[in-house]
């Protein structure tokens, strides 16, 4: 693929399906400027067609060929004329969240990008990548895994948080230096701003055209009340399909008191923010990329 091609890739829990939804509500405006659209529809987001195949675990280099071969001959599908640019928002790209329960983060994400780096014959025009507060990020992961998942009780997975050692700088260095965009720009996720905004940082292209916000969010956050019924239930052997655990989630919006489904304790919290502030510091002296702070 020689196209020019704009890559949104996360992170988890900083927004991506509103942005996902933004691409879907202005759909016609974008594919009248020019631009295909590529989203995975995981949160029922309209006309989603994007299923990357990327590896999954330690493959050999010798296998990366193959997997990218299989997601450009997919890419293609959704973008055939070289004519027409791409933009692609897929927040699974570095790997799923279910690695930091384990105290790992994104531990085959070199795998991946260097699988994605090979679909395309030409650098990536940008690549934009949202950043979050550790104890923040731990805490909506794990929330959102409950949601359909029987998960282990959160001060039982605390420590496997704290262990985390390199975090966000090495993940944006092989980000930065796998897919060698032209450009790439690290967001903070408290400056991220609404979606046509991330939408215009990248794609600068699309800043004059006529765009709407979506008009509605396409992920609840379940309560503490919701959670502790389909645990309970995720416990006894029970499984849900979506329709029925989002009804769950839907009967229990209003109970809205915490009841300490999922936090750190205030010392863990400040052990969190202290390495955050190190790595955003670690961040913002990195070459070849824009980091935007609040």
């Known amino acids: 693929m020689s196209k020019d091609v704009y890559i949104h890739a996360g992170a988890h829990r900083t927004g991506t399906s509103s942005l996902q939804l933004c691409l879907a509500a202005n759909r016609a405006v974008l594919h009248g400027a020019g631009f295909d659209l590529a989203y995975p529809g995981r949160d029922g987001i309209p006309d989603a067609q994007l299923k990357l195949g990327l590896p999954r675990g330690g493959v050999g280099a010798h296998r990366l060929p ?9 890419l293609q599908t959704i973008s055939p004329d070289e004519g027409r640019s791409l933009i692609l928002s897929e927040e699974n790209i570095p790997g799923p969240m279910k690695h930091f329960y384990q105290g790992q983060f994104f531990p085959f994400a070199k795998n991946r990008l260097s699988a994605l780096s ?62 060698n965009p032209e450009i790439l720009t690290v967001i903070e996720y408290k400056a991220r701003g609404d979606s046509i905004g991330l939408l215009n940082r990248l794609v600068p292209r699309v800043s004059g055209l006529a765009l709407t916000e979506p008009e509605h969010s396409v992920n609840l956050s379940a309560t503490d009340a919701a959670l502790e019924v389909l645990q309970a239930r995720y416990r006894a052997g029970k499984k849900f399909r979506r329709p029925k655990w989002k009804a769950v989630i839907a009967e ?6 915490p009841r300490g489904f999922a936090e750190f304790s205030s010392a863990d919290q400040d052990v969190l923010h202290k390495k955050y502030q190190r790595d955003l510091a670690q961040i913002a002296e990195m070459e070849g990329l824009t980091f935007v702070s609040r």
């Open 66 to 74: 193959g997997f990218a071969k299989g997601m450009r001959d997919h």
């Open 118 to 179: 090979q679909v395309f014959s030409t650098r990536p025009k940008h690549v934009l990548y949202v950043i979050r507060r550790y104890d923040e990020l731990f805490v909506s992961a794990y929330r959102k895994r409950a949601e359909d998942n029987a998960v282990p009780p959160f001060s039982e997975l605390v420590p496997n948080f704290l262990n985390i050692a390199e975090a966000w700088p090495r993940l944006i260095t092989e980000i930065r230096d796998t897919l």
């Open 252 to 257: 229990h919006a209003d109970q809205r008191e």
